[in-house]
């Protein structure tokens, strides 16, 4: 590694100056870590019992489920609007653009 270090008047390194493709090095290899560890604290948690894994079918059809209930599914051309939808578009001052879960 080709570190530079910035140092205070008694000699202590305060800082380091890094190339940029070391940095990012540095980031990407600290992100996996992390990613890791939060594998192994989902997999310990599930095995302690203290949560349960979902299988994929049942969370696609509960995100469906969710979006088929939500303000958005009567507003928006992807998520199957009725021909009346749009009628009172655009909205008044007084409406509320939160999704129902």
Known sequence: M???YIVDENGKRTGAILPVEEYERLIEALEDLEDARAS?????AVARGDDELIPYEQTR???ASRRATSRWATVSPYLG???NAWRSFPPGPTT???ARY
Do not use: F
Request: aromatic letters at 6%.
């Open 81 to 83: 609007e009725s021909a």
């Open 96 to 98: 509320r653009w939160t």
């Open 2 to 4: 080709q570190a530079r």
């Open 61 to 63: 059809e509960d995100i």
């Open 40 to 44: 192994d604290e989902a997999r310990a």
